[in-house]
């Protein structure tokens, strides 16, 4: 065995996890004792500093089981990351938003002392649309959208979370986009605008979508008006991306950044990790990572087909988020939530993201990518111009101007998966299922919130148990 690994049981692993729902898993026997010829370092190998990888870890530390986490970025975090916009605060250029029905996330935040607020800003929203601005409060949905919200809902009760691929009508909805689906409904193009807009928002183009993915997405939210509203009930202070930097703190030096891995082989006994610095030996390994961030690495034994057929075909789109920085958050002063829905070349949508105290003001837009200039300068430039246009002149003098473009990451090919048609039927079945030694993790491979912080933490509790229950706990 292991030279590190403590003496613990399956009971004192599940109380390091937390209370937060574990799904069932079956790894299969426990590891064999080690070749007498090799020595393994570790128990366990994590690929992946980001909020599934350090979950696993954090779990797997306080259970007694030696871990090293390599990661490929200079950064712990994944896809959170937060820069200070002054004394205390913070802007968000990654995830942002959590919600209530979100145990997992919230459970985590409170263990590592995060307190967290509501996103909420009472007020108007803001419209500019034909060259005309005005105000009114919050849109409810149509009657109509929301009977297109009840087809999509009942749908997903049709979805098993745990293997949607099975679901009795999996192939006919994954043979078709969301776009196709709406259009065959005879929505009219404003019904259609409502349906649309919140999925462009938290997952991406219709036209591209599988409705089966869809579904999926609502069945693992619990509805449709979870993802649109629910998921963005509240926000962390100080931000996400402390959560991971708080893990990262109790693992000391067994994480290293700058670490891309390059392969893992696996024998009969353990599995070797390798990147350009080091080699390490370990019982078991976890990638948590994107199935299309995972096709980086080579892997001895090839993966099976379906597994590699995933990770090629598997679909992650890139985001921009561009914040603007005020003394203060002026728009509320006029009545307005900082939401705002226009025309405009750049600006789809912008909400209020100021700290917690309001001590500054902050107006994060998710903008329309085709406009966006090339320069940095000129992209801020134009949305100041824009951002004027829709909340008048005290908008002109922003005090700071962030953005973050997730295209630009090296080591990270997407924020979201929309998949297209035809991937979750071929090879969804490889998702969590573990290649020998090899185990998955990341927000995708989650059942519950798929897709969010929290179904990360959650896919990165799912893997610890996995490892634990496969390496033995004698």
């Not at 937060?20 to 393994?40: F, I, M, T, Y």
């Not at 990165?460 to 634990?468: C, D, H, I, P, T």
Request: aromatic content about 6%; overall charge negative; charged content about 20%.
């Amino acid at each position: 065995m292991s030279k590190h690994r403590l003496s613990v049981s399956r009971r004192s692993f599940v109380a390091a996890v937390g209370s937060a729902p574990l799904l069932a898993c079956d790894p299969g026997p426990s590891d064999p004792p080690d070749d007498d010829d090799v020595e393994v370092d570790l128990d366990v190998v994590i690929v992946g500093a980001g909020l599934s990888g350090l979950t696993a870890a954090r779990a797997l530390s306080l259970a007694g089981y030696s871990v090293r986490v390599l990661e490929a970025r200079d950064a712990v975090g994944g896809r959170t990351m937060d820069w200070d916009v002054g004394p205390g605060a913070v802007a968000e250029g990654g995830a942002q938003w959590v919600g209530t029905t979100q145990t997992a996330i919230l459970q985590l935040a409170e263990e590592l002392g995060v307190e967290t607020f509501p996103a909420e800003v009472p007020g108007n929203t803001r419209y500019h649309f034909d060259g005309f601005t005005f105000d009114a409060p919050p849109d409810e949905p149509s009657p109509e959208a929301l009977a297109l919200q009840a087809e999509l809902d009942a749908l997903a009760a049709t979805v098993p979370v745990d293997a949607p691929w099975d679901a009795p009508s999996a192939a006919m909805l994954d043979a078709q986009t969301v776009e196709e689906w709406l259009m065959a409904q005879g929505a009219s193009a404003e019904v259609a605008d409502e349906i649309r807009l919140p999925i462009l928002v938290f997952l991406g183009d219709t036209s591209q979508l599988s409705l089966l993915y869809l579904a999926f997405y609502i069945a693992s939210a619990g509805s449709f008006a979870a993802l649109e509203t629910g998921a963005q009930s509240h926000r962390l202070v100080g931000g996400p991306q402390q959560l991971s930097v708080l893990m990262a703190d109790g693992l000391a030096d067994a994480l290293s950044l700058s670490t891309p891995v390059a392969s893992i082989e696996e024998t009969d006994t353990h599995v070797q990790v390798t990147t350009e610095q080091d080699t390490f030996t370990a019982h078991r390994v976890i990638v948590a990572m994107p199935p299309s961030d995972a096709d980086r690495i080579k892997f001895d034994p090839p993966l099976p087909p379906t597994r590699a057929q995933l990770q090629s075909s598997w679909v992650a789109t890139p985001g921009v988020k561009q914040h603007l920085v005020y003394a203060d958050p002026f728009w509320r002063d006029e009545g307005l939530s900082g939401t705002a829905f226009t025309d405009l070349p750049i600006i789809i949508v912008s909400f209020d993201a100021s700290p917690a105290d309001a001590s500054v003001g902050v107006l994060v837009v998710f903008p329309n990518v085709d406009a966006l200039p090339e320069t940095a300068a000129a992209r801020e430039s134009a949305l100041v111009d824009e951002i004027t246009t829709v909340f008048g002149k005290q908008a002109a003098t922003p005090t700071g101007y962030f953005e973050k473009d997730w295209d630009e990451e090296p080591w990270i090919s997407g924020c979201v998966s929309p998949l297209p048609p035809g991937v979750l039927t071929q090879s969804g079945p490889a998702l969590r299922t573990p290649v020998g030694r090899v185990h998955w993790a990341g927000t995708e491979t989650a059942q519950i919130w798929t897709g969010y912080m929290d179904g990360a933490v959650r896919a990165g509790q799912r893997a610890a148990l996995e490892v634990a229950d496969a390496i033995g706990t004698n």
